[in-house]
């Protein structure tokens, strides 16, 4: 941590030795000493963030940013925002970030009008109320790599919690952890307590528990993956002689279930200004453009949680109504949409998503489109180039829109779930599609829609391989 960065004279400076300065004060302190090259090193503990701003878009200094943790154990703790507007570059490696909900949608940290904004090696955990654990608002160029998420609904884990308490004893302990104020790391730990107390009852203690556990593990609302992970708790406790070890993994397995059952949003790449016109649409023409050589890079991240493409997603329920009144209008008609390649590069390459969403503003026009109701057919999007590539997406009715789409070797885990038999639309100018593969029946598809025309008369590449594998 003492070693130069950025080509300046001044070694990291450590943030976390017991009288120190806390992490707000050392940055408010180097802004004002007029430095340009921040490096900070974060020692093992919690450096909590209360609501802090740091706004360099009025300034003519270039600000460069670096934070560098010792792993896991280096932990931010955001009570309510971390927020840099304007910087040239920011840095994050190797540190824990938990977010502590508070009460506004504009939360988690967050990176807005960033020149660069890096992210390596970090974890992100905590429950969202209408925004993200981490924002990528308008930034030019961006690498998310190597990177954990966790995010959950406000209240996504009192359903399993209730049905924890019901059960009682061991049970009713480790539900008492399962809440999203409650950083996994406890959950983690009072699992691991509850494994080797359950691994001592005798057979018919943990007779009399496994019964109570089916008993309010099988509704059928809970989803698959929540009554699989309870049915691996069970069969686990019912061998002759479980270990603890066993029983710790299979209380993890459940948390992860229920967070997957209501996820909040993990990562939002965002325009500012559409978000902020609401429900005027239109204006997107004017406002989404970024540089041709803007690019954002989602490289090996395992996200539990939504990836929320340029706004907010919509309520699941209204989702499915559009995804199914559009999906039946591209079955019958070959409806021209014309979109105007301005913008940047979004790669999502080699991660596992659990879902990748878009916003109801976007969805209201797409289907105006396609119902002919639209005035003008032009429709501008952010992304001028998306290039999905080797990633495991877990859930279905996943949306993909862009200027041109390459969708290459990505495996679509979860069989549709509804009659409509969507994996996911994907809408492009041109597309190409090779090597991915989907379970499911034989009506199980990615609906693919491009267009026939394009501005200025550039041609539209011809697709191939539309279909999925299917297994």
């Known amino acids: 941590c003492q070693r130069p960065t950025g080509g300046g004279p001044s070694p990291c400076v450590v943030v976390g030795v017991e009288g120190a300065e806390s992490l707000e004060k050392v940055i408010d302190r180097l802004l004002e000493s007029g430095a340009t090259t921040l490096c900070l090193c974060l020692m093992p503990g919690e450096h909590v963030i209360s609501d802090r701003i740091w706004d360099m878009s009025g300034s003519r200094r270039a600000i460069h940013l670096t934070i560098k943790g010792c792993g896991p154990e ?76 966790d995010a959950v609904i406000q209240g996504g884990y009192t359903p399993i919690r209730e049905l924890l308490a019901k059960v009682g004893g061991p049970f009713g302990a480790v539900g008492e952890v399962l809440d999203a104020q409650i950083a996994g790391r406890i959950y983690g730990e009072r699992s691991a307590e509850v494994g080797e107390e359950l691994a001592k009852l005798s057979a018919a203690q943990r007779q009399k528990l496994n019964k109570q556990l089916q008993s309010v593990s099988s509704d059928q609302a809970l989803g698959d993956e929540v009554r699989f992970a309870f049915t691996k708790v069970s069969l686990v406790l019912a061998a002759k002689t479980p270990q603890a070890a066993d029983l710790t993994a299979t209380l993890l397995d459940l948390r992860r279930a229920a967070l997957r059952f209501r996820p909040g949003v993990a990562l939002l790449l965002e325009n500012g200004t559409l978000t902020r016109v609401g429900q005027e649409f239109p204006e997107i023409g004017q406002i989404a453009r970024f540089d041709v050589d803007d690019q954002i890079i989602l490289r090996g991240n395992r996200m539990d949680g939504l990836l929320a493409l340029y706004a907010p997603p919509m309520n699941p329920d209204e989702e499915l109504k559009f995804l199914g009144s559009l999906s039946q209008l591209l079955e019958v008609r070959d409806k021209l949409f014309l979109i105007e390649l301005a913008g940047n590069t979004l790669q999502l390459v080699d991660n596992r998503l659990l879902k990748v969403t878009m916003p109801q503003v976007l969805w209201e026009q797409l289907l105006k489109i396609a119902q002919g109701g639209a005035t003008d057919s032009v429709l501008q999007i952010l992304f001028r180039e998306l290039i999905v590539q080797g990633n495991v997406i877990a859930e279905d009715r996943n949306a993909f829109v862009a200027g041109r789409i390459t969708m290459a070797n990505n495996i679509f885990a979860k069989s549709p779930r509804d009659d409509l038999g969507i994996l996911g639309v994907a809408i492009a100018h041109s597309a190409v599609y090779t090597g991915n593969q989907g379970q499911g029946d034989e009506n199980a598809r990615l609906t693919v829609r491009h267009l026939a025309r394009f501005p200025r008369d550039i041609r539209p590449y011809a697709a191939i391989n539309h279909g999925f594998t299917l297994t």
């Open 74 to 149: 280096s932990r931010i703790v955001i009570q309510e925002r971390m927020t840099f507007i304007g910087w040239a570059a920011v840095t994050l490696r190797d540190v824990a970030v938990e977010y502590v909900a508070g009460v506004r949608p504009e939360m988690g940290l967050r990176f807005v009008r960033c020149r660069d904004v890096t992210v390596e090696g970090c974890s992100f955990e905590g429950a969202t109320i209408g925004g993200a654990l981490l924002l990528l608002s308008d930034v030019d160029r961006a690498l998310v790599a190597a990177s954990q998420f």
